[in-house]
T-cell receptor, first 114, second 114 residues
Framework: DADVTQTPRNRITKTGKRIMLECSQT?????MYWYRQDPGLGLRLIYY???????NKGEISDGYSVSRQAQAKFSLSLESAIPNQTALYFC?????????????FGPGTRLLVL | KQEVTQIPAALSVPEGENLVLNCSFT??????LQWFRQDPGKGLTSLLL?????REQTSGRLNASLDKSSGRSTLYIAASQPGDSATYLC?????????????FGKGTKLSVKP
């Protein structure tokens, strides 16, 4: 079984709809991240969480919210989806400190907002 | 603000060729530099992590180097194979304000022709 799973893997929605992307991990890592990837722009950080009680905004948090329901679960919500939120979304977990810090990524959710 | 650039954006080579992928970063104050591989539908996989105090790391046919003073890292792939076809991303972990926030380049899409 995959260590970091994302559901759904693909989603089509309409402008104005509220949707939630879910992420679960079995790695036991405290740190979790949400990124989006757009062609020509690379990966950009949306939100990150260092533990259940710690939520932080990333580079592009506007229009998004998150919930850390448990150590293993980190959900991303789009309260009112808009077409420019069409992208590939990745969840990741983080481990290690300072120069040994690295991240493990889920397979991604491809979102299309019409 | 740290910026990471990868050149070229795409590369096509015949099988068996040795090749080099380039990554540059604007701020040498980093904890580490990481190389990831991205396959369609499978997310990102960590290939190599070079700590700030190291000059290079090797894993099988892969060798990554780091020169902080010039702000450059290279990923060398020996005897390329069609299975190496993927997008390769480098990411820097900044010292300042990092909190695990990897800064990614846009990637180099590699195609190895049989």
């Amino acid at each position: 079984d995959a260590d970091v799973t994302q559901t759904p893997r693909n989603r089509i929605t309409k402008t104005g709809k509220r949707i939630m992307l879910e992420c679960s991990q079995t790695k036991g890592h405290d740190r979790m991240y949400w990124y989006r990837q757009d062609p020509g722009l690379g990966l950009r950080l949306i939100y990150y969480s260092f533990d259940v009680k710690d939520i932080n905004k990333g580079e592009i948090s506007d229009g998004y919210s998150v919930s850390r329901q448990a150590q293993a679960k980190f959900s991303l919500s789009l309260e009112s989806a808009i077409p420019n939120q069409t992208a590939l979304y990745f969840c990741a977990t983080g481990v290690g400190w300072e120069d040994q810090e690295t991240q493990y990524f889920g397979p991604g959710t491809r979102l299309l907002v019409l | 603000k740290q910026e990471v650039t990868q050149i070229p954006a795409a590369l096509s080579v015949p099988e068996g060729e040795n090749l080099v992928l380039n990554c540059s970063f604007t701020d040498s104050a980093i904890y580490n530099l990481q190389w990831f591989r991205q396959d369609p539908g499978k997310g990102l996989t960590s290939l190599l992590l070079i700590q700030s105090s190291q000059r290079e790391q090797t894993s099988g046919r892969l060798n990554a180097s780091l020169d902080k003073s010039s702000g450059r890292s290279t990923l060398y792939i020996a005897a390329s194979q069609p299975g190496d076809s993927a997008t390769y991303l480098c990411a820097a972990l900044p010292l300042r304000g990092s909190q695990g926030n990897l800064i990614f380049g846009k990637g180099t899409k590699l195609s190895v022709k049989p």
